[in-house]
Each structure stands twice: as structure tokens, then as C-alpha cells.
């Protein structure tokens, strides 16, 4: 059951325009034929963070399938993650950047979090874990 409003695209309230603290990083997250079937997630980390700090995440979702993907819409376990995306198309064998928002207003101690990306013309979505410590 998630909390807070369901977005179908970026929906980052003035709330998170506060402190942000970015971790650009070159992960990956690859999209393979055999993750969208079997539902396989990925595991995201934050790292340490302190009560009230927004986090964003910088990644890229890498197509390795052998049709283009579009996101069409997410949802999310808690209002305290969202995600930033382009809905165009994502080539075989391309990739995009998206963002991943966690605000860890209110939060305290280790969370775990999931975010379902969904992909236009597949009924499962592909599950990001998120992990974070809190303090």
C-alpha cells in the first residue's frame, strides 16, 4: 500500500527543494527480457543520511532487450521516494538517465523502500529496492 499521491511522472514537491545532497553515480540499471518476465528487482543504496535530507540518485536505465522500452509510470511503496524520467523511447542497446528522489523527512533508521517502474506492453514492472540509513 503506498503513501502519499500516485505520480505517473516526475512530482517533486517544494518539500524536497530543501537541502539535496547528490551521489551522481555511473550505475546501471539494465532492463533484460528475463528481468521484465520474472520480476527480478535491483537494489538501489543511499548510503547514510541524515533525518530531513533529500538524496537524489543520478542512474541509467540501459535497454537490453531486443525492442525499444518506454516508462509509462511507477509506483511507489512510500511518498518518501520518486522518480524523474524522459517518456521517450528507449532504444535496444541504448540507454537514459533517471533520478531517483528520497526524502528522508521523518524517516529514522534503516529503510527499505520499493519503487515498480512500468514499461509500455508488459504487465510486470521493474522493481528497484532502496535501501538507506537514516540517522
Given at each position: 500500500m503506498a503513501c502519499g499521491p500516485q505520480p505517473s511522472q516526475r512530482s517533486v514537491d517544494e518539500s524536497t527543494e530543501m537541502s539535496k545532497t547528490s551521489?551522481?553515480?555511473q550505475r546501471i540499471i539494465?532492463?533484460?527480457a528475463e528481468k521484465i518476465v520474472s520480476g527480478i528487482p535491483d537494489t538501489v543504496r543511499f548510503g547514510h543520511l541524515h533525518s530531513?535530507?533529500?538524496a537524489l540518485l543520478q542512474l541509467r536505465l540501459a535497454n537490453q532487450t531486443t525492442q525499444p522500452i518506454v516508462?509509462?509510470?511507477y509506483n511507489r511503496s512510500c511518498g518518501c521516494t520518486t522518480l524523474e524520467y524522459d517518456t521517450q523511447p528507449i532504444m535496444p542497446n541504448e540507454s537514459a538517465p533517471i533520478t531517483l528522489y528520497f526524502n528522508s523527512r521523518g524517516e529514522w533508521g534503516w529503510q527499505l523502500k520499493t519503487l515498480d517502474i512500468f514499461l509500455?506492453?508488459?504487465s510486470k514492472p521493474l522493481r528497484?529496492?532502496?535501501e538507506a540509513?537514516?540517522?
Open positions: 551521489y551522481v553515480s539494465s532492463c533484460t530531513g535530507e533529500v516508462i509509462t509510470s509500455a506492453g508488459h528497484l529496492i532502496i540509513d537514516v540517522e
